[in-house]
């Protein structure tokens, strides 16, 4: 059965920072590239960043260009999303997502950011 579990959403004040981990089972990870997304709501949800499925290639959405840093490790079947500088405006339900011909994706995890 394919999984993807994100955690380490929560409550956080502007400019502070979180990580988001997302655990993969039940399909080969390090052959999919993963990326997160995130929905607020009344939003559609939106592409946040991207990484190809060996790591090292990735890519950002302009409104978090220089802020947020995904990462992963394939030993671990883990995807990281490493958010700094955080604004009111990321507030959402952030998800991951495992890239192929059948996408997966997981629950997702509310992030809060708010004073």
């Known amino acids: 059965q394919v999984q993807l579990v994100e955690s380490g959403g929560g409550l956080v004040q502007p400019g502070g920072s979180l990580r988001l981990s997302c655990v993969a089972s039940?399909?080969?990870?390090?052959?999919?590239?993963m990326r997160w997304y995130r929905q607020a709501p009344g939003k559609e949800r939106e592409l946040v960043a991207g990484?190809?499925?060996?790591?090292?290639?990735?890519s950002y959405a302009a409104f978090v260009k220089g802020r947020f840093t995904i990462s992963r490790d394939n030993t671990k079947n883990t995807v990281y999303l490493q958010m700094n500088s955080l604004k009111a405006e990321d507030s959402a339900v952030y998800y991951c997502?495992?890239?192929?011909?059948?996408?997966?994706w997981g629950q997702g995890t509310q992030v809060t950011v708010s004073s």
């Open positions: 990484i190809v499925a060996a790591g090292g290639s990735r």
């Open positions: 039940g399909f080969t990870f390090s052959s999919y590239a």
């Open positions: 997502m495992a890239v192929g011909t059948a996408d997966y």
